[in-house]
Nanobody, 120 residues
Framework: QVQLVESGGGLVQAGGSLRLSCAAS????????LGWFRQAPGKEREFVAS????????YYGDSVKGRFTISRDTAKNTVYLEMNNLKPEDTARYYC?????????????WGQGTQVTVSS
């Protein structure tokens, strides 16, 4: 089973940027599509972005298209989420996970996540 550890969250003003990292360990994950999800207090967990095992295909939730970019470095076993032009509504705890064939459904256990707070 693969273990995923998220990092890079923090407090940022609206319009600012953050880069999240998701480090994988355990069994090789090089053939897995991976995704980022987020959950704000009182809300359901939401799909943010996902990327194919090759890194050649990426998908984004409508609310982050044009502002967020997902990428992966298989040599470092790490997936990144570059977040630009952040808005207060992006405030949430962000998680990464393996995704199944639809690139939007998570599969596996959730980690601790990393908190992103955007002030207005």
């Amino acid at each position: 089973q693969v273990q995923l550890v998220e990092s890079g969250g923090g407090l940022v003003q609206a319009g600012g940027s953050l880069r999240l990292s998701c480090a994988a360990s355990g069994r090789t994950y090089s053939r897995d599509a991976l995704g980022w999800f987020r959950q704000a207090p009182g809300k359901e967990r939401e799909f943010v972005a996902s990327i194919s095992w090759s890194g050649g295909t990426a998908y984004y939730g409508d609310s982050v298209k044009g502002r967020f970019t997902i990428s992966r470095d298989t040599a470092k076993n790490t997936v990144y989420l570059e977040m630009n032009n952040l808005k207060p509504e992006d405030t949430a705890r962000y998680y990464c996970n393996v995704v199944v064939a639809d690139f939007a459904t998570p599969f596996g256990s959730w980690g601790q996540g990393t908190q992103v707070t955007v002030s207005s």
